[in-house]
């Protein structure tokens, strides 16, 4: 088991950055194939990126390709979301999510969620 703990959101502004952080604790954080999803409001949960155990290869939406830069740091057990040149459109709350199955951007291959945290982008 692993236990997920997001932090970083807030509001801010287009065209400006966050990051977000996920800590993690209990199981190796290696272990996990880890990624980040976000739910809008009235929306489904969507695919924001996925990292896999090796940190070597990501996988971005290709709404988030250019502008969000996901990374691992092994020394910590944190997983990050860089957010640049934010839009409008990427107000959600994020999720930080773990999978001991798949390398995935579907939701339900992944077995462990943090809370979420907020993001909001104004106009």
């Known amino acids: 088991q692993v236990q997920l703990v997001e932090s970083g959101g807030g509001l801010v502004q287009a065209g400006g950055s966050l990051r977000l952080s996920c800590a993690a604790s209990g199981r190796i954080f290696s272990s996990y194939v880890m990624g980040w999803f976000r739910q809008a409001p009235g929306k489904e949960r969507e695919f924001v990126v996925a990292i896999s155990r090796s940190g070597g290869t990501t996988n971005y939406a290709d709404a988030e390709k250019g502008r969000f830069t996901c990374s691992r740091d092994y020394t910590k057990n944190t997983l990050y979301l860089q957010m640049n040149n934010l839009k409008p459109e990427d107000t959600a709350v994020y999720y930080c999510?773990?999978?001991?199955?798949?390398?995935?951007?579907?939701?339900?291959?992944?077995?462990?969620w943090g809370q979420g945290t907020q993001v909001t982008v104004s106009s």
């Open positions: 999510a773990a999978s001991t199955k798949v390398f995935s951007t579907t939701h339900a291959d992944y077995n462990y």
